[in-house]
């Protein structure tokens, strides 16, 4: 028996959600999973019908009957787990799910646990540890991007990339090793520069791997995105037009807006977490002042801030001063955002503005002139952060970022010995390690603590 699966039981639970719907769908998996539907189903005899097909009939148990239903039939190897396999599709009412899966459960099914089909299909090498995980990541992902990152490490792309570093650290250790058997001979059979350049190589690729987690849990979180400026710069009417809505007061007193207002947007399939905040300027006014320090505090958490200008009319000293000493403190990425622009353009007002070094973004807030840009601008970056990478290959899960980080200490020991002339040996022991750990992405080299530890984040049924 294995550890942590039994594969000679046959496990059964409901894969859909639970509630009330059109369709439920049971499914059913393990050595006996044919011959248990055949007892309970009446229609064709299930144990003689070819595999990959669908069959309608009843479940009947004594002389009760639970539901008209529809059975997939799977035989092994060719079925999600491995294993014979089948689905039935019920009428989704969580009295008829829960009898017939009380049924099948009579008849020697057992209740799967979370996750345990996911496991059984990796154990039996459907897919490996990264494919098992972009299912739950498909199932868990709170965004389009999140999906499309998952799905793309269903489809192996993760796995690929992992086998393809793991070969050339072999190729590196075998290398190292045929140097050692001719170390006698003072034959050198590859030079250390070159082993090290290598390891460096592989290193800067696992650490590209390592920000692309960074880049996925800040799309995935959603971006956050405050907007300040001084009073009356038109940030209230700047959050409507984004939303579409006449969400915050807007007037031509300043001061207007006092607290934060917190709205999301999604632009481009990315969720933005809008903030509009009280306009800054010095004040003597206690609620105002309170006001601004919760715009500082928003605006230094902020991933992207857009500092809002109105350059229709000419920017006094005190005003230029705040701009440029929030683009020093602000941690965030900035915009500055020309405003009002279809009131005419104070030249003045821009020559000042002209010490920020990235193009403004030139918008009219009330008509919403220049909105698309702004948007196209927000998006880009969003992106900014992820130009060093040479390709779109995004991990997702911390588990994955945290053996890759455990890799590369591995890796960095190994160089570390060589380029301190330490010899290959001593590397060599490094490597190994390395490639051991590297080797839990995949799952060809695990143990069942992390298993159980995967498997158990997943849903029943799954
Ligand atoms: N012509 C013109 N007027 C604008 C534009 N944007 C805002 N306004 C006007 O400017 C005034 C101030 O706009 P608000 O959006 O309240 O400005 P705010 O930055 O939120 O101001 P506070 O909340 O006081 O900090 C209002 O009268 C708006 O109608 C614009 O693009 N063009
Ligand atoms: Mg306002």
Redo the contacts with the bound molecule.
């Keep these: 028996m294995n550890k942590i699966t039994d594969f000679s039981r046959t496990i059964v639970a409901l894969a859909t959600a639970l509630g009330s719907g059109s369709i439920a769908v049971i499914r059913m998996s393990g050595p006996d999973a044919i011959v248990i539907i055949n007892r309970v189903f009446k229609g064709k005899n299930l144990e003689e019908v070819p595999a990959n097909t669908i069959h309608y009939g009843r479940i009947v148990d004594g002389d009760r009957e639970f539901d008209q239903v529809l059975v997939s039939v799977f035989h092994t190897p060719h079925s999600y787990t491995g294993e014979n396999y089948i689905e039935i599709s019920c009428h989704a009412n969580p009295f008829i799910v829960d009898d017939i899966i009380e049924v099948l459960m009579n008849h020697g099914a057992k209740a799967a646990r979370a996750g345990e089909y996911t496991l059984r299909a990796f154990l039996n090498g459907k897919l490996d540890l990264s494919q098992a995980e972009a299912v739950a990541g498909i199932i868990q992902a709170k965004s389009r991007f999140g999906i499309k990152n998952s799905l793309e490490q269903l489809n192996g792309k993760l796995a690929s990339r992992i086998i393809q570093m793991r070969q050339q650290l072999i190729d590196i250790l075998g290398l190292m090793e045929i140097d050692l058997d001719f170390s006698e001979e003072e034959i050198e059979i590859i030079p250390n520069a070159q082993i090290i350049s290598r390891l460096h190589k592989i290193e800067k690729d696992l650490s590209e791997l390592k920000t692309s987690y960074n880049f996925a849990k800040l799309l995935e979180g959603g971006i956050h995105l405050t907007i300040i400026?001084?009073?009356?710069?038109?940030?209230?009417?700047?959050?409507?037009q984004l939303l579409g809505e006449n969400r915050?007061?807007?007037?031509?007193?300043?001061?207007?807006?006092?607290d934060t207002i917190h709205e999301n947007i999604v632009i481009n399939d990315v969720l933005i977490k809008l903030v509009?905040?009280?306009?800054l300027r010095k004040t003597r006014d206690e609620l105002e002042s309170e006001g601004i320090k919760r715009t500082k505090s928003q605006a230094l958490q902020a991933d992207i801030v857009l500092l809002?200008v109105?350059v229709?009319s000419s920017i006094s000293d005190d005003s230029l001063n705040l701009v440029k000493e929030s683009v020093n403190w602000i941690k965030g990425q900035v915009l500055l955002v020309a405003?009002?622009?279809?009131?005419g353009l104070n030249q003045a007002t821009l020559k000042k503005l002209s010490f920020f070094k990235k193009p403004l973004v030139s918008?009219?807030?009330?008509?919403g002139?220049g909105l698309k840009e702004l948007e196209k601008s927000i998006v880009e970056q969003v992106s900014a952060g992820f130009e060093e990478y040479s390709d779109d290959l995004i991990i997702t899960s911390k588990r994955q970022t945290e053996v890759i980080e455990k890799t590369t200490v591995h890796l960095y020991d190994a160089r570390h010995v060589l380029e301190n002339d330490g010899g290959f040996e001593f590397a060599a022991v490094d490597l190994r390690q390395a490639l051991n750990v590297l080797g839990e992405i995949t799952g060809e080299t695990v143990t069942d603590d992390i298993l159980n530890n995967i498997f158990a984040n997943f849903c029943i049924g799954k």
């Design positions: 400026g001084e009073p009356n710069a038109g940030k209230s009417t700047l959050l409507n915050a007061i807007t007037s031509h007193i300043p001061g207007t807006t006092r509009d905040t009280a306009g809002v109105d229709s405003n009002k622009i279809d009131k918008i009219s807030a009330i008509n002139e």
